[in-house]
T-cell receptor, first 119, second 114 residues
Framework: GAVVSQHPSWVICKSGTSVKIECRSL??????MFWYRQFPKQSLMLMAT?????????EQGVEKDKFLINHASLTLSTLTVTSAHPEDSSFYIC???????????????FGPGTRLLVL | QKEVEQDPGPLSVPEGAIVSLNCTYS??????FMWYRQYSRKGPELLMY????GNKEDGRFTAQVDKSSKYISLFIRDSQPSDSATYLC??????????????FGTGTKLQVIP
């Protein structure tokens, strides 16, 4: 089955620093990747949709200058949290669509998530 | 009102019980309905998907969609301790012309007690 990896799995950083999270589709090409944020006992909140070779589409209320997304290849998308603050602490999950291999066009394969703690 | 409502639980059942998980929604444009399973500190995993109304069965799992009532269900038969996880419903508008945003429920935490 399609596998999506994320790195790092967890990170602790000081307030004001930037953190980069990588999302890779390991055995398929993903023209579209998604970045979500999940708070405890809350649903997955879509932050942005990332298309290979073009600018990401951000959801309303998500600061594009704070959450920089780069989808440089068909297998890699990165999310950079710039000047992180304690309120940015959360569980960040990426997902990818496999339009060719998936039986179901809406299938999203999720990465294992990255837990960010900003001190 | 949220587009998708899901009881967060937790729901505790004894091993072997039949589990019923439910979501209601308000957007009549939704056509694809999905159930994801998420273990603690892991990303969600697609369990089942259905298009429009009806039932779909896969092993111990049955997904049911009632579009007239805007209500979807996931049934788990002969529940096992390994089924203990958070179950998220998700839905999208589907259709042609590109990606349709998927809306997730908050998830129901299920614990199956041996």
């Amino acid at each position: 089955g399609a596998v999506v990896s994320q790195h790092p799995s967890w990170v602790i950083c000081k307030s004001g620093t930037s953190v980069k999270i990588e999302c890779r589709s390991l055995d398929f090409q993903a023209t579209t990747m998604f970045w979500y944020r999940q708070f405890p006992k809350q649903s997955l909140m879509l932050m942005a949709t990332s298309n290979e070779g073009s600018k990401a589409t951000y959801e309303q209320g998500v600061e594009k200058d704070k959450f920089l997304i780069n989808h440089a290849s068909l297998t890699l998308s990165t999310l950079t949290v710039t000047s992180a603050h304690p309120e940015d602490s959360s569980f960040y999950i990426c997902s990818a669509r496999d339009l060719i291999g998936a039986l179901f066009q809406e299938t999203q394969y999720f990465g294992p998530g990255t837990r960010l703690l900003v001190l | 009102q949220k587009e998708v409502e899901q009881d967060p639980g937790p729901l505790s059942v004894p091993e072997g019980a039949i589990v019923s998980l439910n979501c209601t929604y308000s957007n009549s444009a939704f056509q694809y309905f999905m159930w994801y399973r998420q273990y603690s500190r892991k990303g969600p995993e697609l369990l089942m998907y259905t298009y429009s109304s009806g039932n779909k069965e896969d092993g111990r799992f049955t997904a049911q969609v009632d579009k007239s009532s805007k209500y979807i269900s996931l049934f788990i038969r002969d529940s096992q301790p390994s089924d203990s996880a958070t179950y998220l419903c998700a839905m999208s508008g589907g259709g042609s012309g590109g990606y349709q945003k998927v809306t997730f429920g908050t998830g129901t935490k299920l614990q199956v007690i041996p």
